[in-house]
Nanobody, 122 residues
């Protein structure tokens, strides 16, 4: 079973930047990967995804200030111009994917990390 471990969260001032990392226990070439986030009392929400071939997609509220990337067993999320509403626990997720350009439905990811906390202060 693949294991995912996030890192890179922390406390940052509004307008600052963070780079989140997710380390997988094996090469993830056959997996689509994604980032989600969750705040207490709220549903987990999808943030960004990247296909096996590097096709990316972002939720509207991070477009233009976020970049998802991948390399071998690593997944990254660069977050710029952070806002207080970006405060959340960020999770990486994976799903085995045959088609290299396709992204799974956001509800189909089935491998999850434990999360890393991002806190943005005003």
């Amino acid at each position: 079973q693949v294991q995912l471990v996030e890192s890179g969260g922390g406390l940052v001032q509004a307008a600052g930047s963070l780079r989140l990392s997710c380390a997988a226990s094996k090469n993830m070439d056959w997996y689509a990967l994604a980032w989600f986030r969750q705040t207490p009392g709220s549903e987990r929400e999808w943030v960004a995804a990247i296909s096996r071939s590097g096709v990316t997609d972002y939720v509207e509220f991070v477009k233009g200030r976020s970049t998802i990337s991948r390399n071998a067993n690593m997944l990254y999320l660069q977050l710029n111009n952070l806002k207080t509403e970006d405060t959340a626990t960020y999770f990486c997720a994976a799903r085995w994917q045959v088609l290299e350009d396709s992204l799974p439905n956001t509800s189909h990811y089935d491998i999850w990390g434990q999360g890393t906390q991002v806190t943005v202060s005003s």
